[in-house]
């Protein structure tokens, strides 16, 4: 139903326990603990209370980098339990913000030794952008075994405090510096000229919205691409298709949510959203959308080119845990990044993506596509 897929399991239905999320606990295999001697790759900061927060480490011996998963070929079920076993310590920043600051600058994982004020606690919440965290624990106290690693662009661009966030992340994102160590930065309070701890979920979003405006403003100056073509790709059962037409910027994204699906219930959702060159609201879609929106407009830069792009989302019940927006994104690059298939007409590429999503229920929600087949381009008049 609409609303399982607008609640993502915040209790909305007022059931004891979201039966969807059930299947998580499930995989729960960890037996509470008081202390933790190990690596901390990452940080996280809660968004409750804001902008008065608490943060803490991500605690694991495991990567907690998407990017990697993808290339260990872990699947949903390794995945699911790795997060499941995975601490989130959390605390007062003005205790632990020095702390999180240098696991965030640090390209390799820092040692830690945390103590909790009591055995940490199966806590786990979904809101569809962060990946999930098996256990949380007050952090009584928490000491750093070594210093951070700091790339040298992160280095220059962290150092630098007359520069705004924005740009910060552009450099950075200029750099080679990929949005997930981006995105812990800015969490971290490591960017902008007034710096200061942003919730992580937010950050994430901030992140992929501010690096592909970045990137927009670059594509305009390209010319259109030469034809039009059609991307697919898939990741854990979220299927990617992406149409990209000659002409200038111009996005939209439609999602499904497949009966039976994580958040689709007994019955099918479509959501869609759209924009120009700039984006007004934030998306129904939420953070896939700009997740989504990157991963085009990083092959559009790569390929030098500006396009038109439709681009549909279909999400089976094979996605049986929400693991964050890095799905979307990592399915998007997946498929900007395999060979596509070449049409000669808006129709056809339409009937392509028809054949590869299996549904044609989407095409109705499209407001680009009718558009496209009535809008007459200037060299037509030549």
């Known amino acids: ?135 949380t624990g007050a952090v009584k106290k928490m000491d750093l075994l070594g210093s951070a690693t700091v790339g040298r662009v992160v280095d220059r661009v962290t150092s630098d405090t007359d520069i705004g966030a924005t740009d910060a992340a552009l450099a950075l994102s200029t750099g080679g510096v990929d949005v997930y160590q981006i995105s812990k930065l800015m969490t971290a309070g490591l960017l902008g000229k007034r710096r200061t701890f942003v919730p992580t979920r937010w950050a ?37 298709v992406c149409i990209l037409l000659p002409g200038d910027w111009r996005y939209e994204m439609i999602e499904i949510w497949q009966e039976q699906s994580l958040w689709g219930g007994p019955g099918e959702v479509i959501v869609q959203d759209r924009e120009g060159m700039k984006k007004s609201g934030y998306s129904p879609i939420s953070g896939a959308y700009y997740s989504a929106r990157l991963a085009v407009l990083e092959h559009l830069m790569f390929i030098r080119r500006c396009a038109r792009v439709i681009l549909v989302r279909s999400t089976s019940g094979e996605y049986w845990a929400p693991l964050g927006t890095w799905v979307v994104r990592e399915a998007a690059r997946k498929a900007m990044a395999a060979p596509p298939v070449r049409c000669e007409s808006l129709e056809e590429a339409v009937r392509h993506a028809v054949a590869i999503t299996g549904s044609d229920r989407w095409v109705p929600h499209s407001t680009l596509i009718p558009e496209l087949k009535t809008q007459r381009t200037l060299g037509q008049f030549w």
Not at 204 to 229: H, Q, Y
């Open 1 to 135: 139903m609409m609303r399982c897929a607008e609640c993502k399991g915040k209790g909305m239905c007022g059931l004891p326990r979201c039966p969807i999320i059930s299947r998580f606990h499930a995989q729960v295999a960890v037996k509470p603990q008081s202390s933790y001697q190990g690596s901390s790759p990452s940080v996280f900061i809660g968004s409750y209370g804001y902008p008065d927060v608490r943060g803490g480490p991500l605690l694991t011996s495991d990567t907690d980098n998407p990017p990697d998963w993808i290339r260990n070929n872990l699947g949903m079920e390794e995945i699911v339990n790795l997060r499941a076993r995975t601490i989130r310590g959390s605390a007062g920043l003005h205790a632990v913000g020095g702390s999180l600051q240098e696991i965030a600058l640090s390209v390799k994982p820092l040692d830690v030794d945390v103590y909790f004020e009591k055995p940490v606690a199966f806590s786990l919440n979904f809101d569809g952008t962060v990946a999930p965290v098996g256990f």
């Open 204 to 240: 994430i979003t901030a992140v992929d919205d501010t690096v592909s405006t970045g990137l927009k403003k670059e594509i305009a100056r390209f010319p259109p691409v030469d034809g039009i073509s059609v991307f697919s790709g898939e990741l854990f059962g979220n299927r990617i």
